[in-house]
């Protein structure tokens, strides 16, 4: 899409090109290469004046940096203002900033923020990074029903097709898997080893076992996550 966009001078394509390979590089971990692609994406946007392709880079640079448990740095990237935006977008910079409040423990505003965006749109995008944003809050409040959030928060990125909000909720906040109940651990486990979270597979199965001692036999890069 890059290299057809500069041959046909399509200048307005080449954003959302380097952002669609940012969020290729993300997938696979390399968020220091994917954050260097999405600085050329967001200077591609602003040549153009683009203010949706602006909002989409820094939704993506969010997710990005919540991926790699950078919190700070992921609520600092929606610099940019939200207000004029069409609803959809404006809703899931609502949703990223919710994402990265929860994280950040600042659990009343994370469920403002996803309020927010879930009255703004029904997005794919949305729905997931909502259910996420219900999941961690309800993990960090000590909440009895984080388990059921986890397994809406499942569910609705396999029925949604949204796979992608699921893994960087996970790798940001793998605590939060150790809650997913028995009923949607297999489909959990099949993105983890689609994804080659293979750490994040071991904690999952190692809470998931009979042996309430199950913890103890994790690794220590197990137990850091």
């Known amino acids: 899409l890059l290299s057809e966009a500069r041959r046909d001078r ?27 692609i999405l600085d050329r994406a967001r200077e591609a946007a602003r040549m153009q004046q683009d203010a949706h392709s602006l909002l989409n880079v820094g939704a993506i640079r ?3 940096h919540f991926a790699a448990r950078e919190f700070p740095e992921a609520l600092a990237a929606l610099e940019t203002d939200a207000q004029g935006a069409i609803p959809s977008m404006a809703a899931e910079i609502n949703a990223c900033r919710g994402l990265a409040m929860a994280a950040l ?5 994370a469920r403002q923020a996803a309020q927010s965006a879930s ?11 909502v259910r996420g944003i ?3 809050c309800a993990n960090r409040d000590g909440l009895p ?3 059921t959030s986890v397994q809406q928060l499942i569910t609705t990125a396999y029925e949604s097709g949204n796979i992608d909000s699921l893994v960087t909720i996970y790798r940001g906040t793998p605590e939060v898997i150790a809650h997913a109940p028995d009923g949607v651990v297999d489909d ?14 071991a904690v999952v199965q190692a ?9 103890a036999a994790l690794s220590p890069r197990e137990r850091d996550v």
């Open 188 to 201: 959990l486990v099949s993105v983890l080893r689609r994804m080659k979270d293979d750490d994040l597979e």
């Open 134 to 136: 219900d999941a961690i």
């Open 119 to 129: 009255t703004l749109s029904s997005s794919v995008e949305t729905r997931v990074l």
């Open 207 to 215: 809470f998931r076992g009979p042996d309430p001692a199950g913890a």
């Open 62 to 64: 969010c997710r990005d």
């Open 145 to 147: 029903d984080t388990s």
């Open 105 to 109: 423990g600042r659990t009343a505003e």
């Open 10 to 36: 399509l200048d307005f394509v080449i954003s959302y090109a380097l952002a669609s390979r940012a969020i290729c590089h993300a997938a696979h971990r390399e968020f220091d290469e994917a954050q260097e």
